[in-house]
């Protein structure tokens, strides 16, 4: 089965988290898509926030440890990194994310599109695998409760 390498970013401001509904899925997910030739995966997950949802975010820090040498540099270590199982749709057939999952600030930028701030109590009340899918949940619920 092909794999593909996709990078995600939860977007949190305060005790809530940005998503936007997936057009193909019809689910409210976090900014993310396939990573462009050349690029990192944080410098992916920025790109694809600013080109979906209008705001510039950082990456926030996970490190066990920071390495800036001539010869080496961290790049910031994903949150979760998660191997998602993609159904065929239309001529793509079924296939494989390798989806490196970061957590992130929003810094800049202005709302656009039909991204929506959600908080634990909304986000909660979505019917799972319908609305939104029960790992977003889980993640989104881990999120909340231990970085804000």
């Known amino acids: ?34 990573m462009e030739e050349n690029e990192t995966p944080p410098e992916c997950a920025v790109r694809e926030v600013l080109e979906e949802t209008g705001l510039v975010v950082e990456i926030v820090p996970q490190e066990n ?17 998660l191997l998602e199982n993609i159904p065929a749709h239309g001529s ?3 296939h494989q994310h390798i989806d490196m999952i970061y957590l ?17 109590e909304e986000v909660s009340k979505l019917e799972d695998d319908v609305e939104i899918f029960a790992e977003t949940k889980i993640t989104i619920h881990h999120i909340l409760k231990n970085y804000v």
Do not use: D
């Open 1 to 34: 089965m092909q794999r593909q390498f996709t990078a995600t970013a939860y977007v949190v401001e305060g005790e809530r988290v940005l998503l936007l509904p997936h057009p193909k899925l019809g689910k409210w997910l976090p900014p993310g898509g396939h």
């Open 65 to 81: 440890v920071w390495v800036e040498r001539w010869n080496a540099v961290s790049l910031a270590r994903p949150y979760l990194c």
């Open 92 to 94: 793509m057939p079924e």
């Open 104 to 120: 992130a600030k929003p810094i800049g930028g202005k709302l656009q599109g039909e991204a929506k701030w959600f908080c634990w």
